[in-house]
């Protein structure tokens, strides 16, 4: 039986086909399923390189201002510590740096301040003495005054004379003696007791604290009382300010809590108090002062440290993730989010304002799904190579 030649070829060709049949090709194991979605088999080796976590909850601040702030010393608790009267530095008993208590020597002088201060209460002293006398005759004149008008010996007129002659002189007794302690403060003022001349002017710390500034040295003569010779500052309680924004005063009240961070101990959040805040703003900065009480018991805070306040005026439980899962894509802030085991879709989202090594997620994700937090930027390659 004859058969056309058409048939008889296309036998041929399915038996060949039969006979050499071609390999199966295999697919790739990562497969872009759509549009910013990644699809990896189980056994891809790219898929531990990834690793995911669950979106979690914390607690961050919904608002809070942070301003850059320095230390600076308590106004209200430093002494510029001057001359009481002019004289000769003798000694001077402090350093640079040293710690002194209350009423503690600091220096010594002489002074002829001091000699006249001494001769002013001596003679009022006299004065007293004097004045007490002529006070006891005056009413022993006044007593026999009035013994001899009642014997009808003498005039009244001469018992009136005796009676003011008395008035006088217990006037002149209490001007003598307000003279005389008058003369005595000045002395206690100066440190000298009543007695003798050529005593030494001891000047006294005012207050505890650290001498920070010293500009006398033993045989000068100062004459200008009204010049400093040192500064104290009682350094256990320090102020830190800070230049707030305009924009941002409103969520900071006096007596509130603020932490603070310092360059000199990064990584450790101090805490104080918000003392005062200025009744005006700087036209040049547009920012107000604001001063906040940080205890310094332990003496690590020094005048002039740099750091910054932080204040926050509520906390909001809110979906966080690690930093190492978002990727800035241009305009875009994105995570990639894993569905089913393999399956990843890149979500864009909203962030908030960092918090150490997590960023709070406005919108895009909920607590509970599975997010990429390595492997980031191997997924993000494989959806810009895929077209």
Known sequence: MKYPLAIVVLSACAACSRGNAMPKVESDQNVTAAPGTVVMAADSPLLKQIRREQVRTADLPTNEVIAPGKIEVNPNRVSKVVLPVAGRIVTVLVRMGDAVSKNQA????????????????LSADAAVTQAHAALVKAQADFDRSSDLLEHDAIAKKDVVTAESALTQATAGVQQAEAARQQGLRRLTMLGLTPGGFEQRVVLRSPLAGRVLELSVVPGEFRNDTSAGVMTIADLSVVWVTSQVPESAIRFIHAGERVDISLVAYPGETLHGRVSRIADTVDPQTRTIKVQAELDNASGRFRPEMYGSIHHVESIAALPVVPVSAVVQDGDRTVVFLEGAP??????????????????????????????????????????????
């Open 342 to 387: 393999g399956h990843f879709e890149e979500r864009v989202v909203s962030i908030g304002t960092r918090a150490g090594n997590i960023v709070p997620i406005v919108t895009g994700v909920k607590p509970g799904d599975s997010v990429v937090v390595d492997g980031v930027m191997l997924l993000k390659g494989l959806v810009k190579s895929t077209p």
């Open 106 to 121: 600091l220096l010594t002088m002489q002074s002829p301040d001091a000699d006249a201060a001494m001769s002013t209460f």
